[in-house]
């Protein structure tokens, strides 16, 4: 039997969506273009009554030779890859030993995802006071080992960790959620079958929950590289992007740029630049998760 079809069933949709995504694109493109037309202009928030004055690729000159910007670029890049790749092994790990049911699991998970619900300011607080050389928590454990105090935040050469450390705490329980909800995907004949096939558990790891799982690893890599790309907050509140710029990560030197400096040319073009390098490592990891799909 024919099923039966209403006409123009497909042209209403897109008539009802309509709406909806042209004010998606105009809310997106708006931005991006005046940002972009922006970076080529000198314009200061000590003279916003005058006009922008157009000054070609200087801005972009300036930034690939300023010392600042490209420390910016390397702190950016090592924080992004550090906190994704912790988060992505921790997360999946803790998806793996909390995939079955026992008593508690739903109290134990709920606890489990509370530091994504706290705000990154208070994040940003938090870890700065446990912290502190003096009264911090963490130098108080260590001082009972009979430890010396550490700079956490202070000491250029281990700022940088400490950042990422607070990071993971608070995003590697979104990548266990994702990945714990991949795990509940894979279909259980075919775990029951490879038992039946004498599999043990690292082979059907290995060779059926993480290939079935892939695309959610994928997904969970570009989104929290994404968002690692914006930190600013946290950063912002623990070290203020110090000492020195061992921490400045681009969002921050943006902002500084532009409300520090009152540069909005200059930080125009840092977005720019910021968003074109999103893009670069986000097409990366989706190129990447396509061909090992395809092999």
């Excluded at 009264?135 to 281990?158: M, Q, R, T």
């Excluded at 909800?181 to 043990?200: C, F, T, W, Y």
Aim: proline letters at 4%.
């Amino acid at each position: 039997m024919r099923k039966n079809t209403i006409p123009g069933r497909k042209t209403n949709a897109y008539f009802f969506l309509a709406p909806a995504a042209i004010i998606l694109l105009v809310v997106m493109l708006v931005p991006i273009f005046n940002t972009l037309r922006l970076s080529f202009f000198e314009w200061s928030l000590r003279s916003m009554a005058q006009k922008p004055t157009f000054i070609g690729l200087r801005n972009y000159a300036e930034l690939f030779t300023s010392e600042n910007f490209l420390s910016s670029v390397r702190v950016t890049i090592t924080f992004s890859l550090s906190v994704v790749s912790i988060e992505l092994l921790l997360g999946t790990i803790f998806a793996l030993l909390l995939e079955g049911n026992f008593a508690g699991m739903r109290l134990f998970r709920t606890l489990f995802v509370l530091p994504i619900m706290v705000a990154p300011v208070v994040v940003g607080i938090m870890w700065r006071f446990m912290y502190h050389p003096t009264y911090g928590k963490i130098n108080f454990f260590l001082s009972l080992l009979g430890i010396a105090p550490v700079g956490w935040l202070s000491d250029p050469e281990i700022a940088l960790t400490s950042v990422i450390i607070a990071d993971v705490w608070q995003w590697f329980p979104f990548v266990f959620l994702l990945v714990l909800a991949g795990l509940q995907g894979v279909p259980k004949d075919i775990m029951e079958a490879s038992r039946v096939d004498g599999a043990n558990y690292w082979q059907s790891l290995v060779h059926i929950k993480l290939p079935y799982i892939a695309s959610v690893l994928a997904l969970t890599a570009i989104l929290r590289l994404i968002d690692s790309f914006r930190s600013l907050v946290v950063i912002y509140n623990m070290t203020g992007g110090g000492p020195g710029v061992s921490t400045e990560v681009l969002s921050l030197h943006m902002y500084k740029t532009a409300f520090t400096s009152q540069r909005l040319g200059l930080a125009s073009a840092v977005s720019v630049l910021l968003l074109f390098l999103i893009i670069f490592f986000a097409l990366f990891l989706i190129v990447r998760s396509i061909r090992k799909e395809g092999k």
